[in-house]
């Protein structure tokens, strides 16, 4: 059971989606602005909010970014369309997952569950991956090369740390997809192309001279020690 703040300003959806998340055991605050979305993100911390991208007063992405300032509260965004660009563009805004409407409140819920499972991993996990120079401690998510914090975005750690407890190990994009973003469904194969761009640069290299990020053409991605 999770303490969820609903951001959607189409009464129809937020009523339906209010009740089946509740029925589902959640526990369910709703607002219909942007504007009362943040300062009830603020003033009573949820542990998870779900964001519609198009609301009246103000832009999806904008309140994210907003919200993001203040608050490290996982988000999952509604976008009304497959736009590609209001995806890749609310991810980079600090967005941890996205549904595309209409979509069920199963996939919803599965979807929260797992952001959820994400955000709360560390206990246990074993802390400290280390491959060459770099040393990726999972429990205080902080990423270190050579000496140097790098600094990631919360879906870049989450793919650096899953190539780095599999050094060596090709994993195809589809895998990516599927195990960091939890999308099984694909579709999306240019997010994980993204952020594995994004992710190279702040490692210090090029696709075309890679020291520990690899491509293995038509099959995926390794990360290796670098010889
Ligand atoms: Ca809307």
Known sequence: ?????????????RTALMRALTERGHAVASESTGMGGLRHAVDEPPDLVVLDLGLPDLDGTSMLRMLRS???????????????????????????????????AEQLDARIRAVLRRSSAPEGA?????????????????AVLGGAELDLRPRE?????????????????????ADVWQSPYGGADKT???????????????????????????????????T
């Open 1 to 13: 059971m999770a303490l969820l703040l609903l951001v959607e300003d189409d009464a129809r959806i």
């Open 70 to 104: 203040v608050s490290r509260v996982p988000v999952i965004v509604a976008t009304a369309r497959d736009d590609d660009r209001a995806v890749v563009a609310s991810l980079d805004a600090g967005a941890d997952d996205y549904v595309i409407k209409p979509f069920s």
């Open 126 to 142: 074993s802390a400290q991956l280390v491959v060459g120079e770099l040393v990726v401690d999972q429990r205080t998510r902080t």
């Open 157 to 177: 750690f989450d793919l650096l740390a899953y190539l780095a407890a599999r050094p060596g190990e090709v994993v195809s994009k589809r895998t990516l997809l």
């Open 192 to 226: 994980v192309d993204v952020h594995l761009s994004w992710l190279r640069r702040k490692l210090g290299e090029t696709a075309a001279e890679p020291r520990l990020l690899h491509t293995v053409r038509g099959v995926g991605v390794k990360l290796v020690e670098p």
